[in-house]
């Protein structure tokens, strides 16, 4: 992994408070696979810390106390927005609960800090009309073509979340209810209508596209890639971003951007 040097790594930082702090950043990324700005945030984050820690003759980062993380917050951040605060908020969070799972202390000193306040802030949404477009701009007369048509449709007219989404099964769709059967979090089911146009678009894909794609691999996922394996969230919100572009869709576009503008529509539409 790449270590990214920061204006933070000076002498007013103690070794060893230097070397935590790379070790939680390799293990960010052997284990989420973080993107390198991201490591060099939390890096620098945790180093502003350990500076301020050493310069006020508190304990190490391994050892500071909730007090400690408390007059360093109000010290250093009396001005900043709740969305900066937050953020540095969760970088201690996880720094913390990571030394509690490996061991180095037995206390979480972030459990009862509180989170600032934010004010409600509400997602963008696409027109009907941006939608329609999305919609249609997978070629549907080619098989990887025909599954993205049919995933977007799925999206639009269930409102699941994309990891709900890419993991359906074949057994996990009713064509003749028009319903599918999705399990939540602690193994919860729910059954989310269809909708006759989603239905009519996993029809022709489990008869057309699905059979080219897979040849006589077995598969029990619903929407499969070339290779015969379910589609990650990843790899589906990339198809949706490139598919925006040919739309000709230049608002910025996150997953729940598009499922509110989804849910907005139904609504309108009496769903």
Known sequence: MATGATETTDAAVRAEDRALAERFCEALWLEDGLAQNTLDAYRRDLLLYARWLAAHGAPPLAEAGNGDLQGYLAARHPGSKATSVNRRLAVFRRFHRWLVREGRRSDDPTLHLASARQPPRFPKSLSERQVEALLTAPDADTALGLRDRAMLETLYATGLRVSELVGLRTVEVGLNEGVVRIVG?????????????????????????????????????????????????????????????????????????????FATHLLNHGA
């Open 185 to 261: 979090k602690g193994d919860k089911e729910r059954l989310v209508p269809l909708g006759a146009e989603a239905r009519d678009w996993i029809e022709r894909w489990l008869r057309e596209g699905r059979r080219e794609l897979l040849g006589p691999r077995p598969s029990d996922a619903l929407f499969v890639t070339r290779l015969g394996a379910a589609m990650t969230r990843q790899m589906f919100w990339q198809l949706v971003k490139r598919y925006a572009r040919a739309a000709g869709i230049e608002a910025p576009l996150s997953p729940h951007v598009l499922r509110h503008a």
